[in-house]
């Protein structure tokens, strides 16, 4: 590369950084808001919101990459345009096909970081935040130490409690037991406290009150107690969870094995080469922004009022990109041979650019056209 070429790519990389760190913070603190109230007010502990957090952050910087693509192109060339240096530089015989070159090299490198998070970062992340998901949700604290709530972990079954203490004592504890409606029981405690047992966990409840109401006789049975034990463990939901989904496989294991695959994760085999294919496309479509970002600000000539059309015809361009994208996904799913339609939107991404490029090398080409039908018209 020339000095040129590296000064180029040196100021995209700058601004993509900046701004691929403003989106993420903001996607990302989003969900850690969310994902904040869901697991503190659940009972877990700040390492595990952490952990969580931390898994979504790859997924975040997938989607938010592209635009950081093309945020960086567009702003950098809009700034060596307003300064003159993309002047000055086709003054020394440096065409807009020219200097498309550390543009590409740009986008290659927004394409090889995009590989990596859609190849491996991306799968391995969400399984393993589906499986800490999983773990969380079978977590007896999860379910049950939230205080002030009226909780109900399994139908029929109402929990309260009214206050937990820094030593983990539960205070003033109600559990309704309804799943027999001709006989409803009703505990209630002072305190009470959560025991692990063998694999499963016991609520031990101390100076209460249990009464049973018997339907049929119409009568109330109350009963004392200074300690009471009750098994909570059925409560939990064990439910077995689905870690074969088509996002946690690798790329490697999509081309490799397509039908092990689509049978462990009951998918078709159609939607297994679309899901691999489109984790390529995603790469190349980086490329595409940078470039349809850099070529649409070479149009046009100097204005007082800005390039604010050319940001604007960018953005639009993009847009037409993913519709495109949107038009032919449906065709890619429905046929394994119709796969390569997937790639139809980097096609026109990259006709997009080769149009632009030609209108920029050639300045004023629709004014002569217009030109040269006035002239033969009045013929």
Same mark, same amino acid.
Request: with cysteine; net charge neutral; charged share 15%.
């Given at each position: ?119 491996? +970062?991306?799968?391995? $992340?969400?399984?393993?935040?589906? /499986?800490?998901?999983?773990? %969380? !949700?079978?977590?007896?604290? &999860? ?102 989904? +088509?996002?946690?496989? $690798?790329?490697?294991?999509?081309? /490799?094995?397509?039908?092990? %695959? !689509?049978?462990?994760?009951? &998918? ?112």
């Amino acid at each position: 590369m020339t000095r040129f070429d590296r000064y180029m790519l040196s100021q995209f990389m700058v601004l993509f950084g900046f701004f691929a760190l403003v989106l993420v913070s903001i996607f990302w603190i989003n969900k850690a808001v969310r994902m904040f109230d869901r697991l503190i007010g659940d009972g877990q502990p700040a390492w595990v919101f952490l952990e969580f957090t931390a898994l979504t952050l790859p997924a975040v910087i997938g989607v938010v990459l592209p635009i950081a693509g093309f945020a960086g192109a567009v702003y950098v060339t809009n700034r060596l345009s307003t300064e003159s240096e993309l002047t000055v530089m086709q003054a020394t015989g440096y065409s807009p096909w020219r200097m498309m070159r550390p543009v590409v090299i740009y986008g290659l490198i927004l394409a090889v970081m995009m590989s990596i998070l859609t190849h491996f +970062l991306i799968p391995n $992340s969400l399984k393993t935040l589906r /499986m800490r998901q999983a773990e %969380v !949700a079978q977590s007896i604290s &999860a379910k049950f130490l939230t205080e002030g709530e009226f909780l109900h972990p399994a139908k029929g079954i109402t929990f309260y409690i009214r206050e937990i203490t820094p030593e983990g004592e539960l205070r003033n504890v109600f559990l309704s037991d309804q799943r027999n409606r001709e006989e409803p029981v009703t505990y209630s405690s002072t305190k009470a406290y959560l025991v692990p047992e063998g694999e499963g966990t016991k609520l031990v409840m101390l100076t209460g009150l249990s009464q049973t109401y018997d339907r049929e006789a119409n009568r109330l049975f109350a009963t004392h107690f200074d300690d009471f034990s009750y098994d909570i463990s059925t409560l939990v939901s064990r439910n077995p969870q689905n870690h074969e989904r +088509l996002e946690f496989v $690798s790329t490697g294991d999509i081309f /490799m094995s397509s039908s092990d %695959v !689509a049978e462990r994760t009951h &998918a078709p085999i159609e939607h297994v080469l679309y899901e691999g294919h489109s984790r390529i496309q995603q790469a190349l479509l980086c490329i595409i922004a940078a470039m349809i970002g850099f070529a649409t600000l070479l149009l046009g000539t100097y204005s007082r009022f800005g390039v604010w059309w050319q940001v604007v015809t960018a953005f639009l361009l993009l847009v037409a990109v993913k519709l495109v994208e949107g038009a032919v996904s449906g065709a890619a799913l429905s046929s394994p041979t119709m796969t390569w339609l997937i790639y139809l939107p980097v096609l026109f991404g990259v006709g997009i650019t080769i149009v632009l490029l030609y209108c920029a090398s050639n300045p004023g080409l629709f004014r002569r056209l217009l030109k040269r039908k006035n002239i033969r018209g009045p013929a």
